[in-house]
């Protein structure tokens, strides 16, 4: 079963930075797609920040300019610096992945159980 593994959340203070990781195991023959979504108490889950094979990125306009999405995709790693961290950054964060298992089969999706960043005072 492919999983992803998801590390360094915490607790921080606004302006302060943290380092989110995400290590995708199990039986994967080519990762497609890595990205980050967060979903606040009350609110709809929203991408963060992802990242294709190629190397292309996307962002959401919320947080251009203070994040930075990098992968391996050797490693099945991505990682996410979130710099100058704000309040509304507070969230739960979900890693995602688009992957395939096999080229006979179309590509599948795998969800992180989600890491809490807390940006408070």
């Known amino acids: 079963q492919v999983q992803l593994v998801e590390s360094g959340g915490g607790l921080v203070q606004p302006g302060g930075s943290l380092r989110l990781s995400c290590v995708a195991s199990?039986?994967?023959?080519?990762?497609?797609?890595m990205g980050w979504f967060r979903q606040a108490p009350g609110q709809e889950r929203e991408l963060v920040a992802s990242i294709a094979n190629g190397g292309s990125t996307n962002y959401a306009d919320s947080v251009k300019g203070r994040f930075t999405i990098s992968g391996d995709n050797a490693k099945k790693l991505v990682l996410l610096q979130m710099n100058s961290l704000k309040p509304e950054d507070t969230a739960v964060y979900y890693c995602?992945?688009?992957?395939?298992?096999?080229?006979?089969?179309?590509?599948?999706?795998?969800w992180g159980q989600g890491i809490l960043v807390n940006v408070s005072s």
């Open positions: 995602n992945a688009d992957y395939n298992v096999s080229p006979w089969l179309r590509s599948r999706e795998v």
């Open positions: 199990g039986s994967i023959s080519r990762i497609n797609r």
